[in-house]
């Protein structure tokens, strides 16, 4: 841990964000509370049952500590159980992956980036006053200094490979709701130069469902995600129905032409998505992707579907040392997001 003050800003330049199956000193987690996210208390209560069933099977392999809106901790305890450690602070939602802090370090010293956090460009159901506060607040609970971004980004719009690769969508960094004026060139330096990446990799947008009425126009941790260097998964929707067939077809034929920070052409793994296209809401964004890297673990979304052994085999295959978990995710993708959205890793330094 650094000598240094929690909060206190620091240069970035030696700084870079590990990848996600590097060892963790813990995952940090958001509690559900009242918000439009979640609309009446059935739809709360569901939300708060699915986030301690990922919480628990995250528990298994590392420490988990659970940021619970004032007041809300000890209903927080009754779900989440023994062993796991609860925080009250002001909170808005839930999405910790979002509102939380990237974690990076020097090979010495853990440090925390604090991105601009704008309810996912400003959108007009979402509440940011509390959570635009949470960055700093886990970085003094974790006792590590902390670096400001300018950049409205959120932890779920990049996915690195630890190496000096990040990837990024168009739709979420070039956002005229998030960043006006920015350009690709702009972002990258200030991303590359917060995370210790060298080379960004772009893709056109995210999931059709993602730009929904509680969507985040675009994350890229719900459509491609690195398994080790050089290897990125990628989401396949195989039914022509669908409109993500096109697209995810375009990007997977986007990843194959491309090359990573050390030189290395990518190998893609295609993971396809659940049978269930769509629900009374629309087209459905349901992926395998968005899953949580934790210490001999891999917690994985299931949708009580036929797909989600074959998901959990490939999973297996690409991370033979790890014990796959599968935990419902529908809840969570209801709300917005998956199980990679809820958690956020403190790597081990």
């Not at 599968?326 to 809840?331: E, P």
Request: glycine share 10%.
């Amino acid at each position: 841990m650094s000598a240094m003050t929690a909060g206190t800003e620091m240069t970035a330049k030696t700084f870079r964000m590990p990848a996600e199956w590097t060892p963790h000193e813990r995952t940090w987690m958001a509690w559900p509370g009242p918000n439009p996210t979640f609309a009446d208390d059935g739809e709360l209560a569901e939300a708060r049952t699915a986030w301690a069933a990922v919480a628990r099977a995250v528990r298994r392999f590392e420490p988990v500590t659970v940021i619970a809106g004032t007041g809300q901790g000890g209903t927080a305890r009754d779900l989440l159980g023994p062993g796991i450690d609860i925080v009250e602070r002001d909170l808005d939602d839930a999405w910790m992956r979002d509102i939380g802090p990237t974690f990076v370090h020097d090979g010495r010293e853990l440090a925390a980036v604090d991105w601009t956090f704008n309810g996912w460009g400003a959108q007009e159901w979402a509440r940011w006053e509390h959570d635009a506060k949470i960055a700093r607040q886990v970085a003094d609970l974790a006792g590590v200094p902390v670096h400001s971004s300018p950049l409205v980004n959120e932890g779920g719009g990049l996915h690195v490979d630890g190496e000096g690769t990040v990837l990024l969508t168009d739709t979420v960094q070039l956002d005229p709701d998030r960043n006006p004026g920015w350009t690709r060139e702009r972002v990258e330096a200030e991303i590359h130069a917060r995370i210790g990446t060298t080379e960004a990799i772009w893709l056109p947008r995210g999931l059709t469902g993602d730009y929904g009425e509680f969507g985040t126009r675009g994350h890229v941790d719900i459509v491609a995600a690195f398994a080790a260097p050089g290897v990125v998964m990628v989401h396949a929707q195989p039914d022509p129905a669908h409109p993500d067939h096109e697209l995810t077809r375009e990007i997977a034929g986007l990843l194959r032409g491309r090359t990573d920070a050390r030189g290395r052409a990518l190998e893609i793994v295609e993971i396809p998505a659940p049978t269930v296209l769509a629900d009374d809401d629309g087209w459905l964004d349901h992926s395998y992707i968005n899953h949580y890297l934790c210490n001999d673990g891999v917690v994985l979304c299931s949708f009580d579907d036929p797909r989600d052994e074959e998901a959990a085999g490939i999973f297996r295959r690409l991370f033979p040392a790890r014990t796959v978990t599968l935990v419902d995710a529908r809840t969570i993708f209801a709300g917005g997001g998956g199980i990679h959205c809820i958690t956020q890793q403190q790597p081990r330094v």
